[in-house]
């Protein structure tokens, strides 16, 4: 399973996120591959590489709406291919609420 979690600036969101997804993936015996993305953050050469890399992730997981159809729009990928989670900036990485809340809305696709 290739996965890739995208928030705004890559900081806070999306990394926590790919941490549980890669230790659900553990838990359950799964494989499970994951990258992370600031959709608006500068180009930097990571950013690159994962933009280069878009086609090869089986879900694209967005933690809000308007970063989807950036995704669809900027980027050309098919909203088949993208769920969002519906998690505000609200929280910093390493909140318990952010884990919790994360972890919940990933358990129904790691499986």
Do not use: Q, W
């Amino acid at each position: 399973m290739n996965l890739l979690f995208v928030c705004s600036m890559g900081m806070d969101r999306s990394p926590e996120a790919v941490n549980i997804a890669l230790h659900l993936g553990l838990e359950r015996k799964i494989p499970v591959n994951a990258d992370y993305m600031g959709i608006d953050r500068e180009m930097t050469e990571y950013k690159r590489s994962v933009l280069e890399r878009l086609h090869t992730y089986d879900k694209i997981f967005v933690m809000d709406e308007d970063m989807g159809k950036k995704l669809v729009e900027e980027y050309k990928v098919s909203e088949d291919r993208i769920i969002c989670l519906y998690i505000g900036e609200d929280y910093d990485k390493g909140d318990p609420i952010l884990k919790s809340l994360i972890r919940l809305k990933l358990e129904n696709f790691i499986k």
